[in-house]
């Protein structure tokens, strides 16, 4: 079956999936197993996990035990969704899933061992032989946005005293391995203390040893490092695999440059939710009520920013007497200060969540964007006080909102500075301060300056 002509991710297009959708709906329900089965395998694993996303849970469940070919379903369910790997393992049969398990990189396996409740990971673990078990249950040690969560453990290292031509010849056989594209060299304990590429080991000379060839500055991460952090090396040094090592520096894993490619596109979807006002967690939820309590922190945050512009706008609307056209001008100054801010506050999250910003540069950030802020807020001020005075020749109107446009420009420049910043000082993720709390921040904070710069104008010229 494997000699079969697959269908190509290029022909895959919607008219294809409707047509693949109908036909092994059919088939499923003539009970034409035979000619189901060679359907599946000639679908692009990629390919056949979209497809399982079309049918109701449990018939894409059902279709998915009907792969002929364990290698084939292995690269499947590292397609599909979430839920639908939760779905296929906790409702099978172990006996029927443990083949396909066992084909997948053991960090793999251990993700989704981890998605089980205790009692459905327990019956996996069981039926595994003692070394899959005592594998999985290393791997599942450590959180899994961390290396230690992140790595494979099946990795190809060899000891110092090797000879380059015993290296070559231990390559060969390695098929099994996830990636060979770096030769880690251990010593006598399984302390990292080298690597070679490939290259370098096929041009040195055949009787030296590799601790003679090999590079000692090995770039490497503990264990316990975050998954933001991995990625920061991976994409520093434009490594193919980062080595995972223990606080005594004996290697562990690695961590392979597709982990980290997953690790880049999830951090950026959860930063485009959380600006959103919402997280990961509500793609896969069915349920109203949940998405409901996912929701409510985020809108509440809203609310409470609206409710106290109005309440402000109430308390100076008693002592001015031109409230109505200071109101005009309100939805202006409200853009232009949360525009600019949602702009700052996205460069500075994006940067101290790469952990790429020293103190020092963090000030000079600072220092930076409050200047643009005068140039920004001085430009708009100026459009703005000129247009307002034309249209109602207020001096007072005009005296005020070209200030506060300039001083909002400021505040928002400083808000959105230190709210990431402060964010990340206790613990939570910078890019909350994206989405609606400094929106809120900011609007409370326009509304405010707005009146208050207008009650001090008015009260000097007696109005």
Partial sequence: MASEERISSQDFSKKRNHRLVETIDRLLHMKATANLQKLLMRIIPADLAKVLEQFPVDEAREIFLQIPDVLHAAQVLKEVPVFLQQTILSESSPIDVLPILEKLAPD????????????????????????????????????????????????????????????????????????????????????????????????????ATLERMMNKKVVKIGAEAPQSEVADVVGRYRLLAVPVVDDAGVMLGLVTVDDVMDIMEQETTDDLLKVAGT????????????????????????????????????????????????????????????????VVSTVVSRALSAD??????????????????????????????????????????????GSTILINMILAALIATGLPAGFKRFGLAPSMAQGPIVVMVLDAMCVTSYFFIATLFQQQVGG
């Fill in 279 to 342: 997280s990961a967690s509500e793609i896969d939820v069915p349920s109203p009520w949940r998405i409901f309590r996912i929701r409510l922190p985020w809108m509440m945050a809203s609310f409470i920013g609206g409710m106290t512009c109005s309440l402000i706008v109430t308390y100076f609307d008693q002592n001015l007497t031109r409230a109505l056209i200071l109101t005009a001008f309100l939805p202006l100054i409200l853009g232009l200060s949360g525009t600019f801010g949602t």
């Fill in 356 to 401: 790429a910003l020293t103190t020092g540069q963090y000030l000079t950030l600072v220092w930076r964007e409050a200047r643009t802020a005068v140039m920004m807020g001085g430009l708009y001020g100026f459009l703005a006080a000129l247009i307002s005075w034309l249209a109602v020749q207020d001096p007072v109107l005009t005296r005020t909102v």
């Fill in 108 to 207: 793999t396996r251990a993700d989704l061992i981890a998605l089980l409740e205790p009692e459905m990971a327990a019956r996996y673990l069981g039926k595994m032989d003692v070394k899959l078990q005592r594998e999985l249950k290393s791997l599942m040690q450590y959180a899994s946005d961390t290396a230690g969560g992140l790595m494979n453990s099946q990795f190809f290292a060899l000891p110092e005293e090797t000879t380059v031509a015993e290296a070559i010849q231990a390559v060969r056989g390695l098929a099994a391995y996830e990636m060979v594209f770096y030769l880690y060299v251990v010593d006598a304990e399984g302390r990292l203390t080298g690597v070679s590429s490939l290259r370098q080991l096929l041009l040195a000379d055949p009787d």
